[in-house]
């Protein structure tokens, strides 16, 4: 089945240290974003990819980065986490102008 | 800049009963319209989504809603709740043009009682 994968589910890093989530496709859309949800909050858009062109949010914090090697992947990097940050982060891909389908999400723990 | 306004953070029906949870959005050109739900711990799931065309739209698992212009309103509905429709709801805004940017309500926790 075409789907959005997460890897990891969840994941557990040290305040400071440097961390990466990881998303891939097997749909072939060619949009991709990447949301953080916070606890009882709803998904904020943090950015997104149109093909290789990337789309920062103006309120998205400079300590998170994003790269898109191909069109099956995309990374979330997160250059230095704070407590702050601890949230589950939502991938979602879609065709240009098209509904967006979810990964399952992965969980950040930052201690 | 759109907005949604998703009203009741939380609803709680009996088994069986009518399910209505409420959204209102704000929007300065045509809008597209989605509800998805999501479970605990997992990722959101397209329940239904307006785009043109007839008002009156209808999703997975028995829920729909209707698109009323005049109102701002996307309000969800299924006839006869189910325990498995114990969730977290979002309804959602985009614009047309443009990558879908979504814009989120504040999400509606059903509750089913049995």
Avoid at chain 1, 70 to 81: A, E, G, V, Y
Avoid at chain 2, 51 to 60: D, H, M, R, S
Avoid at chain 2, 73 to 81: N, Q
Avoid at chain 2, 97 to 110: D, I, S, W
């Amino acid at each position: 089945d075409a789907m959005v994968i997460q890897n990891p589910r969840y994941q557990v890093t040290q305040f400071g240290k440097p961390v990466t989530l990881s998303c891939s496709q097997t749909l072939n859309h060619n949009v991709m974003y990447w949301y953080q949800q916070k606890s009882s909050q709803a998904p904020k858009l943090l950015f997104h990819y149109y093909d290789k062109d990337f789309n920062n949010e103006a309120d998205t914090p400079d300590n998170f980065q994003s790269r898109r090697p191909n069109t099956s992947f995309c990374f979330l990097d997160i250059r230095s986490p704070g407590l702050g940050d601890a949230a589950m982060y939502l991938c979602a891909t879609s065709r240009f102008k098209e509904t967006q389908y979810f990964g399952p999400g992965t969980r950040l723990l930052v201690l | 800049a759109q907005s949604v306004t998703q009203l009741g953070s939380h609803v709680s029906v009996s088994e069986g009963a009518l399910v209505l949870l409420r959204c209102n959005y704000s929007s300065s050109v045509p809008p597209y319209l989605f509800w998805y739900v999501q479970y605990p711990n997992q990722g959101l799931q397209l329940l239904l989504k307006y785009t043109t065309g007839a008002t009156l739209v209808k999703g997975i698992n028995g829920f729909e809603a209707e698109f009323k212009k005049s109102e701002t309103s996307f309000h969800l509905t299924k006839p006869s709740a189910h325990m498995s429709d114990a969730a977290e709801y979002f309804c959602a805004v985009s614009e047309i043009q443009g990558a879908q940017k979504l814009v989120f309500g504040q999400g509606t926790r059903l509750t089913i009682n049995p």
